[in-house]
């Protein structure tokens, strides 16, 4: 949990950067190895019983490969631009995680290495890279996907996931896909 330390110490500040969140990041992606990444796809891989039958390999294709590549890209990302972060929305942000992650650790099958990753991927894309968590593209039950259209994200289920305490919806930058309601 080095890096939720670290944010923390990096929150008292009375400014917060893209680029002291990226640094944080890139030290915790840093520390994730491949063991990690394969708990971590093993976790999503069992957790997917719960996703319908049809959509099921596209879901582990999907996010397995998100993990893999986001971390990855953590690691080496060079921002081209720095501005301020609205400290308090990190904030909720992480404190979110935090409470999921605690929530999960109750249950028989918690993945510590799952859990990094997420943190991670879900703060980087978020408040870094300013796009929707869920990378374009992404596929949802029903044909759906997450879309780009000019500089607004659009995800199929948003509005019904963002009052959910198991997903990131609410601070995901992604808006309600209209043609989903």
Request: include cysteine; charge should be negative.
């Amino acid at each position: 949990m080095a890096s939720i330390n670290q944010i923390r110490d990096i929150l008292s500040s009375k400014e917060l950067t893209r680029t002291d969140l990226l640094e944080v990041l890139k030290r915790e992606a840093k520390s994730i190895s491949i063991q990690d990444i394969m708990q971590a796809s093993a976790f999503m891989i069992k957790d997917s019983q719960y996703v319908q039958s049809g959509y099921r390999e596209e879901f582990i294709e999907a996010y397995t490969r998100g993990f893999i590549t986001r971390i990855k890209e953590v690691k080496e990302y060079q921002l081209k631009h720095d501005e301020k972060l609205d400290i308090e929305e990190v904030k909720e942000a992480i404190s979110l995680l935090e409470t999921q992650e605690e929530e999960r650790r109750e249950e028989d099958d918690f993945n510590p290495a799952f859990f990094r990753i997420y943190r991670v991927i879900s703060l980087y894309t978020t408040f870094v890279r300013d796009e929707p968590i869920h990378p374009v593209g992404t596929p949802f039950p029903g044909g759906f996907e997450v879309k780009v259209d000019g500089k607004t994200y659009f995800c199929p289920v948003k509005e019904g996931q963002k009052d959910n305490p198991r997903a990131v919806c609410c601070f995901c930058i992604a808006e309600q896909d209209p043609e989903t309601l």
